[in-house]
């Protein structure tokens, strides 16, 4: 019994093992490309271990590609995306979970149904739009397509959510007086806490990821994802700067396996909260 | 646990809701309607043209040989992947539900194809699958020396290789949503069975299996959506090539609308996307209600 205990042990181990190498590799393989000069990119076998590692391509990347500014922008479209997708979210959640009519029953079935319409099937007539209302290429365009983006799993998130606070906790505070902007923000919003961090960070993810906005709303602004597929090619004869696009990659990929590792437990409550009900 | 607030304070709620209507509404309703309207004309900005013409771009689709070899491949694209996702993503939700002590750092490398976006893993793997300095060729040639396959430059190892890099990426997110499923099982119904002598495979087809069914369908329609609707995967990764044999439909799409700016006949290509996606998520929707 205890040798297949042991057995049973070790081919877990080898599974595991195995999942790993097939996720992790190719990202140290990124990581080592990104410290080798781009000389001796150009060998076969590939060296796993550099033999003369250099920050040269993270220098040049800081230097010559406007790194700086795509960080900056970056960050000013998803900080104003998460926070104002969160208060018009939570408004909407609260109004689709505690009120009760057949339009408003319409108009959530309206915002499920519109995750159901893919970006490309609208990307033409919404470039015209925003061109026309001069939205095109500014961070407020940006951020109302992002916003628009996260906010059918946002609200479907919250919605579920508020449902589950019974409501005679809201009752109860009514008795003792409280108005109706007392008790959203003294006793339904505390409670939300959990479920908007949850939401927050998935929602943070998405934004990083988001690629078909910038790529299409946006020519002067540019954020990291889009910033990869730009790189300049240096001497380099093959269709990728690889040296480049390594070094860039880890750029974009550090902060995510950082930001993964912290909130594990959170992502996955989030992933899960969204997979249960869906 | 549904209880409503008074009828009279309505229009509280309707303020509330307000902003995210306005947001979608502008959009996405407004542009999926401009779509179809521009799908009955011939919109090309090229030539100064905008006609109406009917049905006639509907007609042009099915007699257009470049779009029925993109529709081949996301079909393709879609079946393979999703069988994919299907089989490896129990295999994995397995693996990620079973208890020792590395789970918690196995969850977490798990999430990180996830997170990564598309974008980034498109740019490698173009390097990746070079012949001389690729990783996977590299990784072959430990085991078969001299094996030498430019795989983007041929058709059908280009498809594989897309197909691969999109099962990278998505497979280990939809294992995770298996595994929520598995979750769900009570542990006694495991034991019952070992208690009445069933082995660990007949366990798995005899109770895990038919628990999760519903689960991987209900999955299965955003899936299988977003398949549809793949964009950066063959942007970043082989720009459609060789010729067009790795263009999805959303691919090809923005390529009419943006680069050859023939409105219509994209507009009409994008109506049909949306209507083979409706059509799909409400049969299946339908068949899973009816289960």
């Known amino acids: 019994m205890i040798t297949r205990f042991k057995l049973e042990n070790i081919f877990k181990w080898i599974i595991a093992l195995t999942v790993s190498f097939i996720i992790l590799f190719p990202l140290y393989w990124i990581f080592i490309s990104s410290i080798t000069p781009a000389g001796e990119l150009f060998q076969r076998p590939i060296k796993y271990i550099p033999e003369n590692p250099t920050l040269s391509n993270y220098i040049y990347l800081i230097k010559n590609t406007g790194l700086y500014d795509k960080i900056i922008s970056t960050f000013i479209i998803i900080t104003t995306t998460l926070l104002i997708s969160t208060i018009i979210c939570v408004m909407a959640a609260y109004s689709f979970a505690r009120y009760d009519s057949i339009g408003l029953k319409i108009a959530f079935l309206f915002i499920l149904f519109s995750m159901l319409i893919p970006n490309v099937v609208t990307a033409r007539p919404l470039y015209d739009f925003m061109r026309k209302v001069g939205l095109y290429d500014t961070y407020t365009g940006l951020i109302i397509l992002y916003i628009s983006r996260v906010i059918p799993f946002t609200v479907l998130i919250l919605r579920n959510f508020v449902s589950n606070i019974p409501i005679t906790i809201e009752e109860a505070a009514a008795i003792d007086g409280a108005d109706f902007s007392q008790t959203i923000f003294h006793i339904i919003l505390p409670l939300m806490k959990p479920a908007i961090a949850t939401v927050s960070i998935t929602n943070f993810i998405m934004c990083l990821n988001e690629f078909f906005i910038p790529l299409f709303y946006a020519n002067n602004i540019q954020v990291l994802s889009t910033a990869i597929t730009q790189l300049p090619l240096q001497d380099n004869m093959y269709s990728v700067p690889w040296d480049l696009v390594s070094s860039m990659g880890w750029i974009i990929i550090l902060p995510i396996i950082i930001f993964v590792s912290v909130f594990e437990k959170q992502i996955m409550e989030g992933i899960m909260a969204g997979g249960v009900k869906a | ?291």
Do not use: C
Not at chain 2, 112 to 130: E, H, R, Y
């Open chain 2, 1 to 291: 646990m549904f209880v409503q607030k008074a009828k009279s304070k309505l229009w509280i709620a309707w303020i509330l809701v307000l902003p995210v209507l306005i947001i979608r509404g502008f959009t996405v309703i407004y542009p999926i309607f401009e779509t179809i309207r521009i799908s009955f004309y011939d919109v090309r900005l090229l030539r100064g043209l905008n006609q109406f013409v009917g049905l006639q771009n509907y007609f042009k689709v099915f007699t257009d040989p470049k779009v029925l070899e993109t529709i081949e491949f996301t079909l393709i694209f879609v079946i393979s992947s999703m069988t994919l996702h299907i089989l490896l993503g129990v295999l994995l939700a397995l693996i990620l539900n079973m208890k020792f002590k590395a789970k918690k750092f196995l969850r977490t490398i798990v999430l990180i194809p996830w997170a990564m976006p598309m974008v980034v893993i498109g740019m490698a793997a173009k390097w990746g699958f070079n012949n001389e300095y690729g990783l996977v060729n590299d990784f072959i040639r430990r085991f078969v020396p001299n094996f030498e396959l430019s795989w983007l430059i041929h058709s059908d190892t280009a498809r594989a290789a897309v197909i691969a890099m999109d099962i990278w990426k998505n497979l280990p997110f939809f294992a995770i949503l298996i595994l929520a499923g598995l979750q769900f099982i009570p542990t006694e119904l495991y034991e019952a069975a070992m208690v009445d002598g069933a082995t660990k495979v007949q366990a798995f087809f005899k109770i895990t299996l038919p628990l999760i069914v519903k689960n991987i369908m209900v999955l299965s329609i955003p899936f299988t959506m977003w398949r549809l609707a793949s964009f950066d995967i063959v942007y970043s990764m082989t720009s459609g090539g060789p010729g067009s044999s790795t263009e999805l439909i959303a691919y090809r799409i923005t390529t009419e609308v943006f680069t050859n700016l023939n409105l219509g006949y994209g507009a009409t290509l994008a109506v049909l996307l949306f209507i083979v996606m409706v059509v799909f998520s409400t049969t299946n929707l339908y068949f899973i209600n009816k289960k």
